[in-house]
């Protein structure tokens, strides 16, 4: 059974990722690629007791581990990279409900493991072939705090003057995730006024969900309201995202997001190459055709936007989700480098948020699964069927009609089958999503 989904191991704490799970993941982690390892974790319960397994497994492989508490994904990958380190793994679900914990590995340069090293990783796993250090050779255990290098970096790499000349007011939602312990510090380095909500350090999350959908963050909508701020920020468990409110208590809608922040980078360099997976919105090649830019499109997974970007030299990339990549400061989504750039963003253009969004061309899109018992036997027959149309087959079938696109495509870690549908017309979306699902049901018998 394949153990590694599109962002690491996943599973419910204690039900279906163990301490023994984790200590033999972490010790084929450390057979693989031995070396100094630094450890993080977002803030849910189980993290403690996962980590714990984790640094225990390393420390039999005779790795070094230097524990950096609780911290922001990003923080941690930046950590890994600017430290010279050999490696890094995160404990985190990212999004997923409390119940649900998550290991994720962390290479030299801070991207997330390949998924050629995730299947090395695996098989070290199943065979339980680990190196066994001598009593001697077991690592040794130290701690580090990644976050002051982590703020300072981004500080670095935006320009703050700009923003503090504005001296934004802000509501920032963590989501009593582990950006409870960055964001707010940051923006108020930037010159933000700075007022905070469910930025209490909490693993059961009780404010919202770790996924900050434009449902979960109502509180946020009315406090930016009430409030008169600039902008509302929210974040997900780990920080590796970010979502936002204008000024008028609207959510932007995350290929909106997209699409502004790419328009923002190209803005400096047009004629540049972004990179995006084929679920994002036709939106961003709108934007790239307005500044002679090139979009290439890759599988749905960061790590794909990632090393696509690093191999075509991209300067900026991300998924229609809130994860963000900017490459001047990091190959990975970082929720707390969105937020400082769409503050620059702001601060450079002098609008307010809330014009900008309406500014961008209007789609629609339609977003539907389906529960399937043998999805890999449906997505052939559907294949089958669309052949001879203008397909792209890059990650499931991306299918081209002239009023849009209907992508159809199998979950990396549930048993369903996704369809996204996207048209210039509300009706030309539900029209291809009801192909989209036509399409599966008619096989998934």
């Known amino acids: 059974m394949a153990l590694f989904g599109t962002n690491g191991v996943r599973g419910v704490a204690n039900v279906e990722l163990t301490t023994d799970m984790a200590m033999d993941l972490a010790k084929g982690f450390g057979t693989f690629k031995p070396g100094t390892i ?184 009315a406090a930016v309201v009430a409030a008169g701020a600039d902008l509302g920020v929210a974040h997900d468990g780990d920080a590796d995202r970010a979502v936002f409110v204008d000024e008028k208590g609207r959510f932007v809608n995350e290929d909106v997001l997209l699409a502004i922040m790419a328009e923002h980078i190209l803005k400096k360099k047009p004629g540049s190459t972004i990179v995006t997976p084929v679920s994002s919105s036709s939106l961003i090649q709108d934007i790239a055709d307005r500044y002679g830019a090139r979009v290439v499109w890759t599988p749905v997974g960061s790590i794909y936007v990632a090393r696509t970007m690093m191999a075509t030299g991209a300067v900026f990339g991300g998924e229609g989700n809130g994860g963000l990549i900017f490459p001047e400061f990091q190959y990975c989504r970082d929720g707390g480098m969105s937020a400082a750039c769409m503050l620059e963003m702001l601060a450079h253009t002098g609008k307010k948020l809330s014009s900008i969004v309406d500014e961008m061309p209007a789609y629609h899109s339609i977003k539907d699964k389906i529960r399937c018992k043998d999805k890999e036997a449906v997505m052939k027959k559907v294949a089958a069927h669309v052949k001879g149309e203008k397909v792209d087959a890059t990650d499931g079938l991306k299918i081209y009609r002239p009023e849009g696109w209907v992508l159809i495509r199998m979950s990396g870690t549930e048993p369903i089958i996704r369809v996204f549908a996207e048209s210039r017309t509300e009706s030309g979306a539900k029209r291809l999503a009801e192909y989209g699902v036509g399409l599966v049901n008619e096989y998934n018998k």
């Not at 695996?122 to 976050?147: H, I, M, N």
């Not at 320009?159 to 923006?187: H, N, Q, Y």
Request: glycine share 12%.
């Open 38 to 221: 630094a450890v993080g974790r977002d803030t849910r319960e189980s993290g403690e007791m996962i980590k714990a397994a984790v640094i225990a497994g390393l420390l039999s492989t005779g790795c070094r581990v230097i524990d950096l508490g609780i911290a922001p994904t990003p923080a941690i990958q930046y950590y890994v990279r600017e430290c010279g380190l050999d490696g890094g793994i995160v404990i985190t679900a990212s999004h997923n409900p409390p119940e649900y914990n998550g290991i994720k590995g962390i290479a030299s340069d801070g991207t997330e493991y390949s998924h050629e090293d995730e299947a090395v990783v695996e098989s070290l796993y199943y065979s339980k072939e680990f190196v066994r250090a001598s009593w001697s050779q077991t690592g040794g255990l130290s701690a580090a705090d990644p976050k002051p290098m982590y703020i300072e970096g981004i500080i670095s790499s935006v320009d703050a003057g700009a923003i503090e000349a504005k001296r934004f007011k802000v509501i920032v939602d963590t989501g009593c995730g582990a950006a409870s312990l960055t964001t707010p510090f940051l923006l108020r380095r930037l010159g933000c006024k700075v007022v905070t909500i469910n930025a209490q350090v909490d693993g059961t999350f009780p404010g919202r969900n770790p996924e900050p959908t434009g449902n979960e963050i109502n509180d946020l909508k």
